[in-house]
């Protein structure tokens, strides 16, 4: 008999499931999302991941609008639009307007930090020009998300080399919660629905306060250590040679009175072609 009850109980337990579980045709899949701030609070553009027609291995993105007066309450409108629960596991990035960088960027990354299912790793991107949602205006080659694209674009998979900054949600707060370091993003620009790097936005605080090229912003990440390989092309004897980087080290000296600032770098490079 006890034998019976056990291969009883043993046979219930291989039927039990997760008890939060939705199928994918059940929840809206969020890639990505556009915030902006406006004279009623907050919009937020959602870009969504929706199935292709059934003839095609696909996906395709739609977008879905909401506001609210504040950054949740326009978080929490989205649902609003559609009778399915949404599923912000999946964002990948977060685009912030300049005009609203301009006016401070904490509530959205505190946001970020207690709303359900978003990650910390998401990454921030300011838009210039206009309402950031533009970008789900645009195309990407190779994508059809365009969320995604982005992503692939800025993601650190070699911090050593990267041409873009640190812009994960987390690193954003840990650089505002410490004294002395200012915050900057990379910053995308758009011409006739074409989108590009443009370089980076700085911030004093929480606001952004302006902007340096994609070209400055490379020297910029040489300065601080953070390039250590990669490409770069430089006027030799009236010619131009691009050279692979090998190796890059910072040596910096700081003085407080009289105030100064000094830094050395040494590059080792390796020409590749004469242009």
């Known amino acids: 008999m006890k034998k019976v009850i056990f291969a009883l109980i043993f046979v219930l337990l291989t039927f039990t499931g997760c008890y939060n579980y939705a199928d994918v045709e059940d929840v809206v899949v969020v890639a990505g999302m556009a915030l902006d701030k406006n004279e009623n609070g907050y919009s937020v553009v959602a870009e969504t991941i929706a199935?292709?027609?059934s003839s095609e291995a696909s996906v395709k993105s739609e977008t879905v609008f909401s506001e609210g007066k504040t950054v949740f309450e326009a978080m929490e409108g989205l649902k609003n639009a559609s009778g399915k629960p949404f599923d912000f596991s999946h964002c990948q990035v977060i685009f912030v307007g300049e005009k609203t960088a301009e006016n401070g960027i904490s509530e959205i990354l505190d946001m970020v930090f207690h709303y359900n299912t978003l990650?910390?790793?998401v990454l921030f991107v300011t838009?210039?020009?206009?309402?950031?949602?533009t970008v789900?205006?645009?195309?990407?080659?190779?994508?059809?998300?365009?969320?995604?694209?982005i992503f692939d674009m800025m993601k650190q998979d070699n911090p050593g080399s990267a041409v873009y900054p640190s812009a994960q949600a987390y690193a954003c707060l840990n650089t505002l919660e410490n004294k002395?370091?200012?915050l900057?993003?990379?910053?995308?620009s758009i011409n006739d629905k074409e989108i590009f790097y443009s370089g980076m936005t700085v911030f004093r605080d929480d606001r952004a306060v302006g902007n340096i090229s994609s070209e400055t912003a490379r020297r910029y990440l040489t300065l601080m250590g953070k390039l250590a390989g990669g490409d770069m092309t430089l006027p030799v004897g009236g010619e131009?040679?691009?050279f692979e980087i090998r190796d890059i080290s910072t040596e910096s000296?700081?003085?407080?009175?009289?105030?100064?600032?000094e830094t050395k770098v040494k590059i080792k490079a390796a020409a590749r072609q004469l242009l």
Not at 127 to 133: E, M, T
Not at 138 to 144: S, V
Not at 253 to 259: G, H, L, V
């Open 51 to 53: 199935p292709g027609s």
């Open 119 to 121: 990650r910390l790793t």
């Open 127 to 133: 838009v210039g020009g206009g309402l950031s949602s």
């Open 136 to 149: 789900f205006d645009c195309e990407l080659p190779l994508y059809d998300i365009v969320s995604y694209g």
């Open 180 to 182: 002395g370091k200012d």
């Open 184 to 188: 900057i993003l990379p910053r995308l």
């Open 240 to 242: 131009y040679v691009s």
């Open 253 to 261: 000296r700081i003085e407080t009175y009289p105030a100064a600032f």
